[in-house]
């Protein structure tokens, strides 16, 4: 038996990654999830999310390459199958929030994926 992932229990991404709280799902398997936004800030925008509670990419280690090299990989493949227009008129937005400087409100890893045709209704912190 392989040992659980750990997880913070009051952590909602762990508990939608566990099941325990609702969301739209568009991918699932054994180290990963990926679900629509609740809130949207574009016409798609869904998260990928590590199973793992890992809070942000401030935590990163050498032990994560392989589950953010899976994330980069499988970013484009969702986002061109949720309907995303071809690169180059099309394309995407991908997004990690990093701490409260960096815009991040849930401190559980994830990467955003925005995409659908412009202008889009809300923009993306201040800045952007
Ligand atoms: P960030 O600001 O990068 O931490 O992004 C957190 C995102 O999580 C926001 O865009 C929220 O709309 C989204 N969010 C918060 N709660 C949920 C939930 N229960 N299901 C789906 N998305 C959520
Ligand atoms: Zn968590």
Known sequence: MTAPLPRDPGCIFCKIAAGELP????????????????APKAPIHFMLVPKEHIPSTAQFGPR??????RIMLLAPKLAQEQGCAPY??????IIINTGRHGGQEVPHLHV?????????KWGFGPEL
């Open 23 to 38: 969301a739209r799902k568009i991918h699932e398997d054994d180290e990963l999830i990926a679900f629509y936004d609740i």
């Open 64 to 69: 994560h390459a392989a589950l953010m090299g």
């Open 88 to 93: 180059p008129e099309g394309g995407w937005r």
């Open 112 to 120: 955003h994926v925005l995409g659908g045709p412009r202008p889009w």
